[in-house]
């Protein structure tokens, strides 16, 4: 089976081309770099001829409210009329536990028309919604970063490794549609403050995490359910200790 990943050379898209490849597969990385650009739909058509399933796993580079939501558009508009030009039979997206729920920010507004594109496009899809990475929270610190200390909220979260999250993809784009949404997480519940503090902590950054119930977490306030996965979410196998333990080089 042809595959083609947008965004194939990226953290999750490169492992997730390695998995594919190895179950068999003929496996396309596309980005810019190879030619092949959603955004300006760039070497689309050459790249989906022949492909059954195209697995959506880029990111847009910039998070400017104005810049994201025309990244995803552009891009999710141009990716579905290539699709069904070249007869493809399922579009895999990756997204965000809570998109729903985070609308006050920008990105997650993104997001949100990105889905509402696939669900009323006519390719058959599966959506896969995950919790936040573990390679992601040196990026979350800095987000919270107010000199020597980091204000960040104290809110629930389930992370997941990128590994996880590679393996339950490949597994969703081998199954059959769900013409749906379906959830993964990691296996272990943390205050996001206290998870940060553990990460800074780990690679011996001296600046101290403050739990700050009013700290937004990229324009959005956050509660315990905000993040959360549902209960019938897949759950992942690594914890942060595992992960960290595994990372040469943490982000």
Same mark, same amino acid.
């Given at each position: 089976?042809?595959?083609?990943?947008?965004?194939?050379?990226?953290?999750?898209?490169?492992?997730?081309?390695?998995?594919?490849?190895?179950r +068999?597969?003929?496996?396309?990385?596309?980005?810019?770099?190879?030619?092949?650009?959603?955004?300006?739909?760039?070497?689309?058509?050459?790249?989906?001829?022949?492909?059954?399933?195209v697995?959506?796993?880029?990111?847009?580079?910039?998070?400017?409210?104005?810049?994201?939501?025309?990244?995803?558009?552009?891009?999710?508009?141009?990716?579905?009329?290539?699709?069904?030009?070249?007869?493809?039979?399922?579009?895999?997206?990756?997204?965000?536990?809570?998109?729903?729920? &985070? &609308?006050?920010?920008?990105?997650?507004?993104?997001?949100?028309?990105?889905?509402? &594109?696939?669900k009323?496009?006519?390719? *058959?899809?599966?959506?896969?919604?995950?919790?936040?990475?573990?390679?992601?929270?040196?990026?979350?610190?800095?987000?919270?970063?107010?000199?020597?200390?980091?204000?960040?909220? *104290?809110?629930?979260?389930q992370?997941?490794?990128?590994?996880?999250?590679?393996?339950?993809?490949?597994?969703?784009?081998?199954?059959?549609?769900?013409? +749906?949404?379906?959830?993964?997480?990691?296996?272990?519940?943390?205050?996001?403050?206290?998870?940060?503090?553990?990460?800074?902590?780990?690679?011996?950054?001296?600046?101290?995490?403050?739990?700050?119930?009013?700290? &937004?977490?990229?324009?959005?306030?956050?509660?315990?359910?905000?993040?959360?996965?549902?209960?019938d979410?897949?759950?992942?196998?690594?914890?942060?200790?595992?992960?960290?333990?595994?990372?040469?080089?943490?982000a």
């Open positions: 089976m042809k595959i083609v990943v947008i965004g194939g050379t990226g953290l999750i898209g490169t492992k997730l081309v390695n998995l594919l490849r190895q +068999g597969h003929e496996v396309l990385a596309a980005s810019p770099a190879s030619g092949v650009n959603a955004v300006t739909g760039e070497g689309l058509a050459a790249a989906l001829a022949g492909a059954q399933v697995v959506d796993v880029a990111n847009s580079p910039s998070f400017e409210d104005k810049a994201v939501l025309e990244f995803f558009e552009k891009s999710g508009r141009n990716l579905l009329a290539a699709e069904a030009a070249a007869g493809v039979q399922h579009h895999v997206a990756l997204s965000v536990v809570g998109t729903d729920r &985070l &609308l006050d920010s920008g990105y997650f507004r993104a997001k949100m028309a990105q889905e509402t &594109l696939i009323a496009g006519k390719i *058959p899809y599966t959506i896969v919604h995950a919790t936040q990475f573990f390679e992601f929270l040196g990026g979350i610190a800095q987000s919270g970063a107010d000199g020597d200390t980091v204000r960040l909220s *104290p809110a629930l979260v992370p997941i490794s990128s590994d996880d999250v590679a393996a339950a993809t490949a597994d969703y784009t081998l199954a059959a549609p769900v013409n +749906g949404t379906v959830e993964i997480a990691g296996p272990e519940c943390v205050s996001l403050a206290a998870l940060v503090q553990r990460y800074l902590t780990n690679i011996g950054d001296a600046r101290h995490v403050v739990p700050d119930p009013e700290a &937004l977490y990229f324009g959005v306030r956050l509660n315990d359910k905000s993040l959360m996965p549902g209960n979410a897949r759950l992942g196998t690594v914890n942060f200790a595992t992960w960290f333990s595994q990372s040469k080089k943490p």
